[in-house]
């Protein structure tokens, strides 16, 4: 199995992940869609150990710790891209997804995030999280943040990934890169966000904040006075609100309710959907925490209704809810109706399609007073 030449397939192709399990033929992930290398043959068990001895190259303490927590996380470099590589077993055969990253990051104008999150990474401290599910944009989100703040600001930033996976430079900023797990920098993200108080950094990345050790060290990064980004696993922002204070027991969740309302800066929660072209398109759902939502935050009983609310009737601070986001799309001719009506739960629609009345109506008028402008 040739995998050099496959990894250069889905390089060529544009896809995002390769996928090699046995008892199939090799497959690559291009715009969501799953594509079997059907020139290749059926991979076999023995062929999966041998791909998986070429990713690890002979890395003794990676294959000991695969050996003995069944999972690894690591990283590569091929080429001009880098590999995040995921091996777990299936069968008592390792299963091997591999992440293509390429080495340079989009502009992140042409990511589709909204200019607010970028300003926001020139507060002082405090905290702010890129959110979402899997595969859906969230370290290229990051990385594209971390990129201009390196760029522009004089900070020392200093990040935990679990692999590494973009590698910046130091430019006007001085980036040190940690790899978190077997072989890597640090054993643990919570270790290493502890040890990153001792260590100068103006600015702390967390690539997971995946447990409530590692929640409480980023809280007293940003007590400290730091600036702490981060991503969770979650679908929205207010469900990310709703994750993180249910790391603790319920007689820690009042003072836990009020360090994330004090600390909290900004949640962007991202999904990627197909458009009408067939590539990809960002869905931003950004909650800026303001007066109103961090009362929300600290009421006894946390309704994520009412911080969905907020969120959709506080544009002025730079909120932007899923809802309206999707209707923009709309209105622009990116995505379908039926492709907005997909991301949205059935009691919504009506909300989306006034919102969706609402957009053209002020579309129109902009068109109109233009015209009568340049008729003038």
Not at 167 to 176: P, Q, R
Not at 182 to 196: C, E, I, V
Not at 222 to 237: R, W
Request: net charge negative.
């Amino acid at each position: 199995m040739n995998v050099d030449e496959i990894l250069k397939k889905a390089k060529e192709q544009g896809a995002s992940d390769a996928h090699f399990v046995s008892g199939l033929k090799p497959i690559l992930r291009i715009n969501r869609e799953l594509i079997t290398l059907e020139e290749y043959d059926v991979i076999t068990d023995d062929d999966m150990w041998e791909i998986y001895d070429f990713f690890l190259k002979g890395n003794v303490e990676k294959d000991k710790s695969f050996r003995e927590k069944k999972v690894l996380d690591c990283s590569e470099e091929f080429g001009d891209i880098r590999l995040r590589i995921n091996v777990s077993y299936s069968g008592g055969v390792p299963v091997i997804t591999t992440r293509l990253i390429r080495n340079e990051l989009p502009k992140y104008e042409d990511l589709g995030v909204p200019d607010i999150v970028r300003r926001m990474t020139l507060q002082p401290q405090g905290l702010i999280l890129v959110t979402g599910k899997t595969n859906s944009g969230k370290s290229t989100t990051l990385n594209a943040l971390i990129n201009y703040i390196n760029e522009n600001q004089n900070r020392k930033i200093l990040t935990l990934e679990s692999p590494v996976e973009y590698k910046h430079t130091s430019k006007k900023s001085v980036i040190i890169q940690k790899e978190v797990g077997a072989g890597g920098d640090m054993p643990a993200y919570s270790l290493g966000t502890k040890n990153s108080l001792r260590e100068d950094c103006d600015i702390l990345v967390i690539g997971e904040i995946r447990d409530k050790e590692t929640l409480d060290a980023a809280i007293e990064t940003a007590e400290s006075g730091h600036l702490v980004l981060g991503t969770l696993h979650t679908k929205s922002c207010a469900e990310t609100i709703d994750r993180m204070i249910n790391f603790y027991e319920v007689r820690d969740q009042a003072t836990i309710k009020y360090l994330i309302a004090s600390l909290l800066k900004l949640v962007i929660s991202q999904r990627l959907i197909k458009n009408k072209r067939g590539t990809l398109t960002l869905i931003p759902e950004v909650m800026v925490v303001d007066n109103i939502i961090a009362g929300i935050i600290r009421k006894d009983k946390l309704s994520v209704s009412e911080i969905e609310d907020a969120i959709q009737s506080s544009s002025g601070n730079g909120s932007i809810g899923a809802i309206n986001a999707l209707a923009q799309l709309y209105v622009d001719d990116v995505i379908t109706l039926e492709q907005a009506k997909a991301q949205v739960e059935e009691k919504n629609i009506e909300i989306l399609n006034r919102t969706i009345m609402q957009l053209r109506m002020k579309k129109e008028e902009m068109n109109n007073r233009m015209s009568s402008q340049s008729g003038f």
